[in-house]
């Protein structure tokens, strides 16, 4: 009975070998096809993946002064006051648009469209070189509230201002450039000495003014940096006439918490607010140097700047940590918090100085 059994599956095997080998060419052709797709997909995912982490690169810090000058000399140009804080400007802004793997908030392929740290670095240099745009334009450029706003920086200002998102008629970068362009045409006019419709007056008060958006925006991140552990917030709009004498009023409370998935988006949007603020300063520094020098400021400067720098250091981990505050694992948006919060305390300061007599 067993030999039987034993006789009956050598029979089998042969019969399914034998098929095996009738199987029509179009059977080995799908296999080989399959097979080669699914070597191209790994292939392509594996150079995507190598890509995007290339393109995640943030760009380094670069020497403000000397950038200008170099700039001023291959132009052809003076260096008079305002120049070093547009040419910063216009650099801070170039570099949204030409570092590695250019231009990535509006992606609509792999791997940008995959990247999510990049994209809000660039958010918020962007948000920087809108306010100062717009500080050129409402007060850097005009002796007073009177007198006329110059016409490219008119310009310049909405340009920078357009949707950080738009892909195409107009793209993102079509606009931003038209911007970079703007104010490289008011920079030359304000370069010539034979043009006199180009002013640039480094005045405290101007300065001040655009301190105060600069002390409003480090403050909103030091809050958001701050949430992601967790935060209790005061509710502000308590009516005096609800205070009874000799009891302590009531202040609602709520829990205000970012995100998990939110944590890393707002680490890397004060990175980039940080990295564009700390070489913004260094042009104030240059232009308003006289200003400063007068006020006793310059150190409050220099102060702003090295908290922004030190928060530029490299992040070691492949991801934002969230520990707590004081637990086993670290968390990087309390690190940064704190370098954005002794920057804004400096930058309080520092308007305090301007604002003096």
């Known amino acids: 009975m067993l030999d039987w059994k034993n006789r009956a599956g050598r029979a089998q095997d042969r019969v399914d070998d034998s098929a095996v080998g009738t199987r029509p ?13 699914g070597v191209l997909v790994g292939l392509y995912l594996l150079v ?18 000397q950038n200008a000058q170099l700039a001023a000399e ?18 801070v802004a170039s570099t949204l648009l030409d570092k590695r793997g250019g231009y990535i908030s509006n992606d609509r392929f792999p791997p940008g469209v995959w990247l999510d740290n990049i994209p809000h670095w660039e958010y918020g ?10 500080a050129l334009r409402k007060d850097f450029a005009r002796s007073q509230s009177q007198s006329a706003e110059d016409a490219d920086l008119a310009k310049a200002e909405p340009r920078f201002n357009f949707d950080n998102k738009s892909w195409v008629l107009p793209s993102s970068e079509s606009e931003y450039r038209e911007g970079i362009n703007s104010l490289s045409r008011y920079q030359a006019r304000l370069s010539d000495p034979s043009q006199k419709s180009a002013l640039f007056y480094a005045r405290a008060d101007n300065l001040n003014n655009w301190l105060g958006d600069v002390a409003t925006r480090l403050g909103s991140l030091s809050q958001r940096l701050s949430a992601s552990v967790g935060r209790v917030k005061l509710n502000s709009s308590l009516k005096t006439e609800s205070v009874l004498p000799g009891q302590v009023p009531k202040v ?7 995100p998990w998935l939110q944590i890393d988006d707002v680490f890397y949007e004060a990175r ?43 992040v070691w981990s492949p991801m934002i940590l969230n520990g707590s505050g004081f637990g086993v694992l670290a968390n990087h948006s309390l690190v940064m918090a704190n370098y954005i919060s002794r920057a804004n305390a400096a930058v309080i300061d520092l308007r305090q100085l301007l604002s003096q007599g």
């Open 74 to 91: 291959s132009q052809g140009k003076q260096m008079v006051i305002g120049y070093t804080t547009v040419e910063t400007l216009k650099t």
């Open 48 to 65: 995507t993946l190598v890509i995007g982490w290339y393109w995640s690169q943030e760009p380094a810090l670069f020497p403000v002064q």
């Open 125 to 134: 240099v962007l948000v920087q070189v809108r306010d100062l745009s717009r």
């Open 25 to 37: 060419r179009s059977y080995w052709g799908g296999v080989f096809f399959s097979r080669a797709l």
């Open 272 to 314: 980039g607010q940080a990295w564009a603020l700390s070489h913004l300063l260094r042009a104030i520094e240059v232009d308003f140097a006289d200003v400063l020098a007068k006020k006793n400021a310059t150190v409050s400067v220099r102060q702003i700047i090295r908290e922004l720098e030190a928060s530029q250091a490299p």
């Open 252 to 258: 609602d409370e709520e829990i205000v918490e970012t």
